[in-house]
Structure formats: C-alpha cells, structure tokens
Nanobody
Framework: VQLQASGGGLVQAGGSLRLSCAAS????????MGWFRQAPGKEREFVAA???????RYADSVKGRFTTSVDNAKNTVYLQMNSLKPEDTAVYYC?????????????????WGQGTLVTVSS
C-alpha cells in the first residue's frame, strides 16, 4: 500500500486547511486510516482516525476543530482542519491499518505516507 499525503501549507491562526491522503496498491487490505502529526522536537502524536464505514476517533486537542472523512471510491481520506492554532504546526502524516481498531498508537499502523507540512502563523 502506498500513501500520498497533500494539502499542507502556511495559514494564519484561525484559518483552515484540508489535507488529503490517497491510497494505492493493495487497498483492499486497509480497514482504517489514521492521521498523526509531529512537531519539531516532539514525538509523533495521534490526531484522528477513520474506518471505511466512517466511524471516527479524534484526539482531545483537535475535537470540534478537525474532521476526517473518507471517500472509498477514490481510496482517499481527508482531514479538514478549522480554527487552526500555532500549536497545530507540524508535519502531518497519514497511515493505514489492516484492522478497524482506530488505534492512537503509531506502531499499530502498517503503512505511512511521506508527510505534509502545516505551518500556522500567529
């Protein structure tokens, strides 16, 4: 499975961005997708996850501001990020899991995209 993330960029605080993650290859083995982020000098942290059926899970820090969705026909997941804050600045990664556990642990994900940088200025 190959994952291609896109949509990052520079935005002012309070603004919005939408990230996309397109999956290709053996996508039939993918049951859920996760979003993680890693800021400079920090560990990778869970942001959100979604199953093929649309069940979601969010980190408390983004609940109410971020929304993840899935388009199974396009094998693509999205992360709509609203009301962005400077502390949301990070490289954002999408990851694929061959279970529907909606895990928040990066080690449970089998495949990773290359990451896309989101910078939120104050």
């Amino acid at each position: 499975v190959q994952l291609q993330a896109s949509g990052g960029g520079l935005v002012q605080a309070g603004g919005s961005l939408r990230l996309s993650c397109a999956a290709s290859g053996r996508t039939f083995s993918v049951y859920s997708m996760g979003w993680f982020r890693q800021a400079p000098g920090k560990e990778r942290e869970f942001v959100a996850a979604i199953t093929r059926g649309g069940t979601t899970r969010y980190a408390d820090s983004v609940k109410g501001r971020f929304t993840t969705s899935v388009d199974n026909a396009k094998n693509t997941v999205y992360l709509q990020m609203n009301s962005l804050k400077p502390e949301d600045t990070a490289v954002y990664y999408c990851a694929a899991d061959d279970t529907d556990s909606l895990s928040s642990n990066p080690v449970d994900y089998n495949y990773w995209g290359q990451g896309t940088l989101v910078t939120v200025s104050s």
